[in-house]
C-alpha cells in the first residue's frame, strides 16, 4: 500500500477505565476492572490506523507543554507518523477519562482542552505544503480545522470530515458537513442515516457513509446507489476506542488503493474489526487495504 494522507485534528493522552457496568446517574461506588494510560483523539487514531495499512501520514494536532503532549508527539512519531504539532496557548494537551464496559460501550469525559490562539506561521505554511501534495486531506472537527477546510477548498483539494455523533441539524457541524466532499458520521444521534446519505450526495457530495455499530454500515456515492456492509463478527471484544477511525482509514486505504466502493466498505469493516480486538488504536500487525478488502 502507498499514498500519502494529510490528516488534521485532536490527539490526546487519555485514561481508560474498564467497569463491569457504566455508571447510573445515582450516587454509588464501583470497582475498575482495570486502567490505563493510552494515546487517543480521533486524528491520531486515524493517523495510526493509516500507517498500519502502508500509507504516510502528515498530521496537524495541537498538544501543550506537558508531559502529556510529550507522550503524544512521542507515540505518534515512533509509529512514523509526520507530525506538524502546534503548541496550545493553554499550555495544555487534550485528555480524556473513558468509562468502558465489556461489551464496548463507552461514556467519555473531557478533562482539558487546548486552545489556539494564533497559529504558528510556519507551521501553518508546512501544512499547506503537505496538503498541496497529498493524495488526500482529512479534517476532523476541531476549531483550528475550520481554517484549514477554506484552505483545502482554495488548492481545490476535496476534504474528508468524519461528523462523529452529528444530528442532522448541530450548527457548529454546519461548516464541515458543507464543506466536505466525502462525508462519514454515526447514527448514535441521527434520525435517518439514509436519508442523510442521500442528502449529502444530492448537495455535490462525492460519498457518504454513516456508521451503525454492530449493525454496520450504509453508504452512497455518486450513482445514488445505497450500500450496506455488515460488521465482522469477532472472537473477543478487547477495546472500542478508534473503532470509527479504524473503519474510516480502512476505507481511505482501500480508495487509494483504486477500490470501488463496495471493496472499501469491506477493507473498512474489516479493519474496525481489527482494531476493536486490540487495546491500541489500530491494530498492531501491518496489514494491506487491498487484500483485506477480497477476503
Avoid at 192 to 208: E, K, M, N, T, W
Wanted: glycine letters at 8%.
Amino acid at each position: 500500500m502507498s499514498g500519502h494522507v494529510f490528516v488534521a485534528g485532536p490527539a490526546s493522552w487519555n485514561q481508560i477505565v474498564m467497569l463491569d457496568a457504566l455508571p447510573q446517574p445515582v450516587s454509588h461506588m464501583a470497582f475498575a476492572r482495570s486502567h490505563r494510560w493510552a494515546l487517543g483523539g480521533t486524528s491520531a487514531g486515524k493517523a495510526l490506523n493509516l500507517r498500519s495499512l502502508g500509507v504516510d501520514v502528515t498530521l496537524r494536532t495541537v498538544v501543550g507543554d506537558d508531559p502529556e503532549g510529550r507522550q503524544v508527539l512521542m507515540a505518534l512519531r515512533e509509529s512514523g507518523i509526520d507530525v506538524l504539532a502546534e503548541e496550545a496557548s493553554n499550555r495544555v494537551t487534550e485528555q480524556h477519562l473513558n468509562l468502558m464496559n465489556p461489551v464496548g460501550g463507552r461514556v467519555s469525559l473531557y478533562l482539558r482542552s487546548p486552545t489556539l490562539e494564533e497559529a504558528d506561521v510556519r507551521l501553518a505554511d508546512e501544512a499547506r505544503r503537505a496538503m498541496q501534495s497529498a493524495d488526500a486531506v482529512v479534517i476532523d472537527l476541531s476549531d483550528p480545522g475550520r481554517a484549514l477546510l477554506g484552505q483545502a477548498r482554495e488548492l481545490g483539494r476535496p476534504a474528508w470530515c468524519d461528523l462523529h455523533d452529528y444530528d442532522g441539524t448541530s450548527p457548529w457541524h454546519q461548516q464541515f458537513v458543507h464543506e466536505a466532499s466525502f462525508v462519514f458520521c454515526n447514527d448514535d444521534a441521527l434520525p435517518d442515516p439514509a436519508g442523510f446519505v442521500a442528502d449529502r450526495i444530492s448537495a455535490g457530495a462525492q460519498l457518504a457513509v454513516v456508521t451503525r455499530g454492530a449493525a454496520g454500515a450504509i453508504a452512497m456515492a455518486t450513482d445514488g446507489v445505497l450500500r450496506h456492509v455488515e460488521a465482522l463478527p469477532v472472537e473477543e471484544v478487547v477495546d472500542t476506542n478508534g473503532a470509527g477511525d479504524a473503519f474510516f482509514a480502512g476505507f481511505l486505504a482501500a480508495h487509494l488503493a483504486g477500490s470501488p466502493v463496495d471493496i472499501c466498505l469491506l477493507a473498512a469493516a474489516r479493519q474496525a474489526s481489527l482494531c476493536i480486538q486490540s487495546p491500541a488504536l489500530a491494530p498492531r500487525e501491518p496489514t494491506t487495504a487491498a487484500t483485506r478488502g477480497r477476503d
